[in-house]
């Protein structure tokens, strides 16, 4: 079975929702967010400034040029609207540019791969951004452009297991740090784990595969996103409560 970070989220999320985006391939009922638009063109962004070989060209305004050619312009009610997130976007880029060393050359930047990590179980990631430690090792990194600064345990094992596994499967390269970058708060989590984090974590990726598989029936899970589903209208709680 093929998995991603987002697939399971998503299915720990809500199974309803799961089943209409990975079961049902629904997936032009999705529609344009303006946050997802914003936050994919600072990626974007992001990773052609770190393809830049030539650190003289690592300048804050050839940054602010990259995030214009790469600006995805959907989702936005008006144009308004539109101008109040590309400034939110730039002000996250400068502030990462002057608190963050803007010169460093990673080792990788923004790739997707699949990994096969056992017989049945394949991983597909999209990596942001992996760097080479000055003392050894490797350091993965994600960037993040949301508000929410708060990772739950369980979610951070789930993300950095899937990563890691996938990065010493298919590249031999094992991150001994791992670090998110906040962009809207302009603050850095950097954490690490131990070979026995990994196996446990996953065990735990593996429990809930087999329930995925094992799942007949995809109830909706009512959560804090229930407003911003895509499958409000299909959504069976929504029809109980005539809402």
Known sequence: MKVSYSKLSTFKECPFKYKCLYIDNLWHLKKDRPYLSMGNSVHLALRDFFRLRDKG????????????????SKGYKDEKEEKEYALRAWEMLCR??????????????????????????????????????PGGGYELI??????????????????????????????????????????????????????????????????????????REFPPNPNPFCSFCDFAEMCPKRKEENC
Do not use: H
């Open 142 to 215: 994600d960037y993040k452009t949301g508000k929410n600064t708060d990772i739950g345990k369980e979610e951070e094992d789930l993300q950095l297991t899937i990563y890691y596994l996938a990065l010493k499967s298919r590249y031999r390269i094992k991150p001994t740090r791992f670090t998110y970058y906040f962009l809207e708060d302009n603050k850095r989590l950097t954490t690490s784990r131990t070979e026995e984090q990994i196996k446990k974590g996953l065990l735990i990726v593996k429990e809930l595969v087999e329930r995925i598989k094992a799942t």
């Open 96 to 133: 990462f540019y002057e608190t963050y060393d803007p010169y460093i050359v990673p080792l990788m930047v923004e790739r997707s791969f699949s990994a096969r990590i056992e017989e049945n179980l394949i991983f597909s990631v999209r990596i942001d951004r992996v760097d080479r430690l």
């Open 57 to 72: 060209e690592r300048t804050l305004q050839n940054l602010g040029k990259l995030l214009k050619k790469n600006w995805i």
